[in-house]
Nanobody, 115 residues
Framework: QVQLVESGGGLVQPGGSLRLSCAASGSISNIYFMGWYRQAPGKQRESVARINSGGSTTYADSVKGRFTISRDNAKITVYLQMNSLKPEDTAVYYC?????????WGQGTQVTVSS
């Protein structure tokens, strides 16, 4: 049984930073993509950033230049460094791991950007 456990969310002032982590537990291999998604109240879930097995990354336009995704293959962990946070970044952030025949999601972690 694979579980994704997210951490690092919280309350931060505009302009501040947070680092999210998502660690996979259980047996998992042949990972294609690891990524972060977010869902704000009343809005659809959207992709924030993804990283493939080769380390190539993609970002939503709204976070380019502010967020950085990275992964530790040995620890099966994906990170999201979020800088220059804005109130519109407020959402529940979910990690996702996609691979050969599977698609796992974390439970979500709340990020609130407010003064």
């Amino acid at each position: 049984q694979v579980q994704l456990v997210e951490s690092g969310g919280g309350l931060v002032q505009p302009g501040g930073s947070l680092r999210l982590s998502c660690a996979a537990s259980g047996s998992i291999s042949n990972i294609y993509f690891m990524g972060w998604y977010r869902q704000a109240p009343g809005k659809q879930r959207e992709s924030v950033a993804r990283i493939n097995s080769g380390g190539s990354t993609t970002y939503a336009d709204s976070v380019k230049g502010r967020f950085t995704i990275s992964r530790d293959n040995a620890k099966i962990t994906v990170y999201l460094q979020m800088n220059s946070l804005k109130p519109e970044d407020t959402a529940v952030y979910y990690c996702r791991v996609e691979g050969g025949g599977y698609d796992y999601w974390g439970q979500g972690t709340q990020v609130t950007v407010s003064s």
